[in-house]
């Protein structure tokens, strides 16, 4: 089965946002602007992983960033991402472990692991 050239965009969108330091850094950014200072003290990251992580995510136009002097403040630039990431914990809270247990893409577990359906 071919995947349809129209839904392209928007796996690339889910695929954007299919990485825990991604979301994470989404969600302290959905509460305001942050530097990359900010970012790495608080999600006890290092500064590299912090800042390609938003490359990615300004490559995605999902955030952008203004300069003060010598620093950047990131911000989200679709407020929109708010209401899709409320609707998939919605998701989630909905299908409690089911897409954990996923034996594609669900959390790795320990050996004989998984689900049947």
Request: charged share 20%; with cysteine.
């Amino acid at each position: 089965m071919n995947s349809s050239p129209a839904l392209e965009p928007a796996a690339a969108l889910f695929r954007s946002l299919g990485d825990p330091t991604r979301l994470a850094i989404l969600r302290r950014l959905a509460s305001g602007e942050a530097r990359v200072v900010d970012l790495t003290g608080e999600l006890g990251l290092a500064q590299s992983t912090v800042s390609k992580h938003l490359a990615c995510l300004r490559d995605c136009d999902l955030i952008d960033y203004r300069a003060e002097g010598r620093q950047s403040f990131y911000a989200l630039t679709r407020p929109e991402l708010l209401d899709l990431l409320r609707s998939a914990e919605q998701v989630l809270a909905a299908t409690g472990e089911a897409v954990v247990l996923c034996p594609v893409y669900g959390a790795p577990t320990g050996a004989g692991a998984g689900a049947s359906a």
